[in-house]
């Protein structure tokens, strides 16, 4: 158990349709993560926060968004959803931001999958 | 930018043999060096990694990689598997110089036959 928790498991919907993934850091830890892993592009970083600030963006459809909130929780809202948005995300966190040559691992929660039908 | 590389999408073997998985890299910059491994339906979990130093590094179940700079290389090998060891191995890169993200590789599976 990393100590990173995420809900829902999984989750299923229609396309067209919102929903929200939500993810607790590690106690502690101030920096989360985002990455989707699919059929078609693999593992891939979305997003980056850190103490409530977007920190680094990596792959991330417009039409998904993300946020941390002030108890350091944090959500990553996706909207209009297709097919191709099926997969699992992943939230890790880490205890600072990685700043030079200043390596902080990341924790990695169990996942949520999202099917999109 | 990075990008890793790993050619092998299935590698099967038989318990007890050793297995190399290949991972090579390509950045502009210094990188650390990282291979995780995800079982069936779970999350990621760091094997080991590599900072700086001795190019050789050892990480959790028996699993230990070595770093070639001339190569941009960092494979990942044990010396004899078990059954448990079936899941799928990600290698991945993140810039040493700033920021924390990682860029994976495409995976292998790693396939152990009795």
């Known amino acids: 158990d990393s100590g990173v928790t995420q809900t829902p498991k999984h989750l299923i919907t229609a396309t067209g349709q919102r929903v929200t993934l939500r993810c607790s850091p590690r106690?502690?830890?101030?920096?989360v993560y985002w990455y989707q892993q699919s059929l078609d592009q693999g593992l891939q970083f979305l997003i980056q926060?850190?103490?409530?600030?977007?920190?680094a963006k990596g792959n991330i459809l417009e039409r998904f968004s993300a946020q941390q909130f002030p108890d350091l929780h944090s959500e990553l809202n996706l909207s209009s959803l297709e097919l191709g948005d099926s997969a699992l995300y992943f939230c890790?966190?880490?205890?600072?931001?990685?700043?030079?040559?200043?390596?902080?691992?990341?924790?990695f929660g169990p996942g949520t999958r999202l099917t999109v039908l | 930018a990075q990008s890793v590389t790993q050619l092998d999408s299935q590698v099967p073997v038989f318990e007890e043999a050793p297995v190399e998985l290949r991972c090579n890299y390509s950045?502009?910059?210094?990188?650390?060096l990282f291979w995780y491994v995800q079982y069936p339906n779970q999350g990621l979990q760091l094997l080991l990694k590599?900072?700086?130093?001795?190019?050789l590094v050892k990480g959790i179940n028996g699993f230990e990689a070595e770093f070639n700079k001339s190569q941009t290389s960092f494979h990942l090998r044990k010396p004899s598997v078990h059954i448990s060891d079936t899941a799928e191995y990600f290698c991945?890169?993140?810039?040493?110089?700033?920021?924390?993200?990682?860029?994976f590789g495409t995976g292998t599976q790693l396939k152990v036959e009795l």
């Open positions: 890790a966190s880490s205890v600072n931001p990685g700043t030079r040559s200043v390596y902080n691992e990341q924790f």
């Open positions: 106690s502690g830890d101030l920096s």
């Open positions: 926060y850190y103490n409530g600030e977007e920190r």
């Open positions: 950045s502009s910059v210094s990188v650390y």
């Open positions: 590599y900072l700086s130093g001795s190019t």
């Open positions: 991945a890169v993140s810039a040493s110089h700033g920021g924390n993200k990682l860029t």
